[in-house]
């Protein structure tokens, strides 16, 4: 009889560890699956596309500067109108579907933050497209009178949001498939 009991004590216990380690399991394999979504569809694409912008308007403003060095928009002399249609070449061309992609991820992978809330600089992103998709409609319109959003370009701080995001979600993911000398930050 006692034989019985601590056999069906011990099935028990086997049961009850198996199920929790499953669920322990299923619950990594839940956490893996969310964090590569985030990578692939968030903080992966957000970061190349921080980067590639940054070094294309790195391009831009070595291919454009002033004899000095200095951008047109922060000299004393103002922009010429040669150097206002570079710009909103460049603009229309290659920084506008750079940040229009950016704000794109923001809204249709929120889902996907790592925070409970929407971060501020990403309101910001959003809010500086939206001043350069009207400055766009307006050269459209034939009226070059402004050639700036209104809301300036986060560009460090989103560069930093989402290298960090991205960095950490990668150590993260090596830490659950088990890889070891995963390097931190």
Known sequence: ????????????????????????LAQRQERLARLNRQLSDFYGPL???????????????????????????VHETPPTEEELAEWRLWVTTVFLPNIQAM???????????KEPEMPPILLHLCAHVSGYEI?????????????LSLVPF??????????????????????????RGVPSS
Do not use: C
């Open 135 to 147: 400055t766009v409609a307006r050269w459209t319109q034939g009226s070059y009178d402004q050639h």
């Open 103 to 113: 704000r794109d991820l923001v809204i249709r992978h929120a889902d996907l933050l």
């Open 47 to 73: 970061f190349a596309l921080t980067e590639a912008n940054s070094r294309s308007f790195h391009a831009f403003k070595e291919r454009n500067a002033r004899p000095d060095g200095r951008s047109p928009f």
């Open 1 to 24: 009889m006692i034989a019985l009991v601590v056999t069906i004590g011990l099935t028990f216990v086997g049961y009850v560890a198996t199920y929790l380690n499953g669920l322990r």
């Open 154 to 179: 986060p560009s460090e701080e989103l560069a930093t949001y989402a290298r960090q995001g991205f960095a950490d979600l990668k150590r993260e993911q090596a830490r659950l498939l088990g890889q």
